[in-house]
């Protein structure tokens, strides 16, 4: 009874075994057929077919705001500042004083010096006298002459210096922030103040070197500022001469005017500098181009697969970039999940316009 209890006990094991193994082992064939079929259908992406339009061809650049003259106020001579004649933030105007430096004892050193003067050209008058007459030598003559073009120089030296004292504005424009005040000891270390001149600003900034060509003097360029929506213009003034070998860029200079005093110096300036229009130009979608170690690629969809097609992309804009080769008008551009696409993958393309 056993046994044959035993028998039955083996039969129903080998009977849903073999149930089991069959379940498992269709399961699987059909988890292929679905992965086969899955990797055979096609991909649904987005694309645009490529038409030529006409595009005004700028680069868009980083540049500095300087101003159009800039100078740091010093003195000259060491000295108390006995007097301070402009104000803080001001304009000034050309060869106006500015602060002047005590020269009491200039002052004095210039009276002794032209007191040595006049008694070295009294000497240098009776060697003369004496000369004609042979009673002195031509070298004592000489001597007497020598001592009187010293005398004159060292007169001329101390005038000089006191000039000095009066420091002048060098150009025409407004002061910043002083650090001095009267009785001030100054040396010509010390930093008085800062002259500007903003009627005028200089934008620079430098160009990859490949549109060196393409840039003449005199061309006009649009700027902004940071907090401002308003465009600016500026003429091209100065090109470099060479090319910088470290960064391969060529610097430009342009200047703007600023009469309304808007602009200031030492700001970033976004730079709009056209180089050219160009008619039936390629311009596509920065998300299709695909950066690889060799260049730039794209898809295109060919016969219902993506086709990989290398391109020559240049000037890029906020969205867009223009293409020089590797597409054509007529060709439809894929647009969207281009970093998951293969070669020769299937795919089905919605067209957007």
């Given at each position: 009874?056993?046994?044959?209890?035993?028998?039955?006990?083996?039969?129903?094991?080998?009977?849903?075994?073999?149930?089991?193994?069959?379940?498992?082992?269709?399961?699987?064939?059909?988890?292929?057929?679905?992965?086969?079929?899955?990797?055979?259908?096609?991909?649904?992406?987005?694309?645009?077919?490529?038409?030529?339009?006409t595009?005004?061809?700028?680069?868009?650049?980083?540049g500095s705001?300087?101003?159009?003259?800039?100078?740091?106020?010093?003195?000259?001579?060491?000295?108390?500042?006995?007097?301070?004649?402009?104000?803080?933030?001001?304009?000034?105007s050309?060869?106006?004083?500015?602060?002047?430096?005590n020269?009491?004892?200039?002052?004095?050193?210039?009276?002794?010096?032209?007191?040595?003067?006049?008694?070295?050209?009294?000497?240098?008058?009776?060697?003369?006298?004496?000369?004609?007459?042979?009673?002195?030598?031509?070298?004592?003559?000489?001597?007497?002459?020598?001592?009187?073009?010293?005398?004159?120089?060292q007169?001329?030296l101390?005038?000089?210096?006191?000039?000095?004292?009066?420091?002048?504005?060098?150009?025409?424009?407004?002061?910043?922030?002083?650090?001095?005040?009267?009785?001030?000891?100054?040396?010509?270390?010390?930093?008085?103040?800062?002259?500007?001149?903003?009627?005028?600003?200089?934008?620079?900034?430098?160009?990859?070197?490949?549109y060196a060509?393409?840039?003449?003097?005199?061309?006009?360029?649009d700027?902004?500022?940071?907090?401002?929506?308003?465009?600016?213009?500026?003429?091209?003034?100065?090109?470099?001469p060479?090319?910088?070998?470290?960064?391969?860029?060529?610097?430009?200079?342009a200047i703007?005017?600023?009469?309304?005093?808007?602009?200031?110096?030492?700001?970033?300036?976004?730079?709009?500098?056209p180089?050219?229009?160009?008619?039936?130009?390629?311009?596509?979608?920065s998300?299709?181009?695909?950066?690889?170690?060799?260049?730039?690629?794209?898809?295109?969809?060919?016969?219902?697969?993506?086709?990989?097609?290398?391109?020559?992309?240049?000037?890029?804009?906020?969205?867009?970039?223009?293409?020089?080769?590797?597409l054509?008008?007529?060709?439809?551009?894929?647009?969207?999940?281009?970093m998951?696409?293969?070669?020769?993958?299937?795919?089905?393309?919605?067209?957007?316009?």
């Amino acid at each position: 009874m056993k046994v044959k209890h035993l028998i039955y006990t083996i039969l129903i094991v080998a009977i849903g075994g073999f149930i089991t193994y069959r379940v498992l082992s269709n399961k699987s064939k059909n988890d292929d057929s679905k992965k086969t079929n899955d990797k055979n259908s096609p991909t649904t992406v987005k694309g645009i077919v490529i038409k030529t339009v006409t595009f005004d061809n700028n680069l868009s650049l980083s540049g500095s705001i300087d101003a159009n003259e800039q100078v740091e106020i010093h003195s000259e001579v060491s000295g108390i500042v006995e007097g301070i004649f402009f104000t803080e933030g001001s304009f000034v105007s050309k060869g106006q004083v500015l602060f002047k430096v005590n020269d009491i004892e200039l002052k004095a050193q210039l009276r002794q010096a032209v007191t040595k003067e006049g008694l070295a050209a009294e000497n240098e008058r009776r060697a003369k006298l004496l000369l004609q007459k042979e009673a002195i030598s031509q070298e004592e003559a000489d001597i007497a002459k020598a001592d009187l073009a010293s005398a004159q120089a060292q007169s001329q030296l101390i005038r000089a210096q006191i000039s000095k004292t009066s420091v002048r504005a060098p150009f025409s424009g407004k002061i910043g922030l002083r650090n001095i005040s009267p009785g001030t000891y100054i040396t010509p270390t010390v930093l008085v103040a800062k002259l500007v001149n903003t009627g005028k600003l200089k934008i620079t900034f430098s160009i990859p070197e490949k549109y060196a060509s393409e840039v003449r003097s005199g061309s006009v360029i649009d700027f902004t500022v940071s907090g401002s929506r308003k465009t600016y213009n500026a003429k091209i003034y100065a090109i470099e001469p060479e090319v910088a070998v470290a960064t391969r860029t060529l610097q430009i200079r342009a200047i703007a005017d600023n009469t309304d005093g808007k602009l200031f110096p030492g700001t970033f300036a976004d730079v709009k500098l056209p180089l050219n229009t160009i008619k039936d130009a390629i311009v596509v979608p920065s998300q299709a181009i695909i950066p690889i170690q060799d260049g730039k690629k794209v898809f295109i969809a060919n016969n219902g697969q993506a086709k990989e097609v290398m391109v020559d992309a240049t000037t890029r804009t906020d969205s867009s970039i223009l293409i020089l080769s590797g597409l054509k008008a007529g060709d439809t551009l894929i647009t969207s999940g281009v970093m998951s696409l293969k070669d020769e993958a299937p795919i089905k393309v919605k067209v957007q316009k």
